[in-house]
């Protein structure tokens, strides 16, 4: 995707790339560390919206409250 020079093209990639952070964000904010990002553990589910997989590596992080 990134080596297509088209608009459009480049518009879905910053769409994923916002959703992929909005993701990470959420995680953040419920205080679990994903540890294990990496292109295969992206999915496109059918409506186009992203999903992360394979938590195996994830940690629940104390929030000190």
Do not use: W
Request: glycine letters at 6%; hydrophobic letters at 45%.
């Amino acid at each position: 995707l990134a080596a297509d020079n088209d608009p459009a093209t480049q518009n879905l990639l910053l769409f994923y790339l916002a959703e992929i952070i909005c993701c990470l964000k959420q995680m953040h904010d419920l205080s679990i560390l994903y540890r294990d990002l990496k292109p295969e553990h992206v999915l496109i589910c059918g409506t186009g919206h992203i999903k992360l997989v394979d938590f195996g590596f994830s940690k629940q992080i104390a929030t000190g409250k």
